[in-house]
């Protein structure tokens, strides 16, 4: 089993749709989570750390649930400029900044 | 303020050639990551850097890639002799505490071995 499960889709969404993605994780000793944004043929970017109360921003949702090992972004009122590829990055407990383990990715495609 | 740099955006060479790869990471960065990308795929770590020691190469095959950071600022990445499935792109990142964990990433340096 790998230690970072994505759904790589692609989700084909229009405008204005609420879109769901959920990872899994395999070592339920990890620590940190966060979720990256990469478009086409550009580098990874943060898109927002997860933490276990949840956090928000914007219209971006991220969610913890250490009991099942699996962390969620939601999008609400998506846009196009939303289409990218989302990474879901655990890292393992003691490792902080050492080993940042990424998923493969979820391809959102949102259209008009 | 410059972001990390990865120099050459694009190679192509033959199998069994060298090729290498050169970042300068973010001023102030400590911490310098080389991470190998397919398509289709995440990241994934070669090889991190505390200042000029490499604190963790166990993922990066040492019978042809090499890597140096010899003053702790910036690095090269070296592939020899390449092999048609090195094709890939080689990403560098950079991280500094408090942010350890937030990497800031390159550009990337797009390699095709034919």
């Known amino acids: 089993r790998k230690e970072v499960e994505q759904d790589p889709g692609p989700f084909n969404v229009p405008e204005g749709a609420t879109v769901a993605f959920n990872c899994t994780y395999s070592?339920?000793?990890?620590?940190?989570f966060f979720w990256y944004r990469q478009d086409c043929r550009k580098e990874p970017k943060l898109l927002m750390s997860v933490y276990s109360s949840g956090n928000e921003d914007g219209r971006f949702t991220a969610q913890l649930n250490r009991a099942s090992q699996y962390i969620s972004l939601l999008i609400r009122d998506s846009k196009l400029s939303d289409s990218a590829t989302y990474l879901c990055?655990?890292?393992?407990?003691?490792?902080?900044?050492?080993?940042?383990?990424f998923g493969k990715g979820t391809t959102l495609s949102v259209s008009s | 303020e410059a972001g990390v740099v990865q120099s050459p955006r694009y190679k192509i060479i033959e199998k069994k050639q060298p090729v290498a790869f050169w970042c300068n990471p973010i001023?102030?960065?400590?911490?310098l990551y080389w991470y190998l990308q397919n398509l289709g795929q995440g990241p994934e770590l070669l090889i991190r850097?505390?200042?000029?020691?490499?604190?963790?190469d166990s993922q990066l095959p040492k019978d042809r890639f090499s890597a140096e950071r010899l003053k702790g600022v910036d690095s090269t990445l070296k592939i020899q002799p390449a092999e048609l499935g090195d094709s890939a792109v080689y990403l560098c990142a950079s991280s500094s505490p408090p942010g350890a964990n937030v990497l800031t990433f390159g550009a990337g340096s797009r390699l095709t071995v034919l």
């Open positions: 850097y505390e200042n000029e020691e490499a604190v963790d």
């Open positions: 001023s102030g960065h400590n911490t």
């Open positions: 990055v655990v890292i393992p407990l003691g490792q902080a900044g050492t080993a940042l383990i």
């Open positions: 070592n339920s000793a990890s620590q940190s």
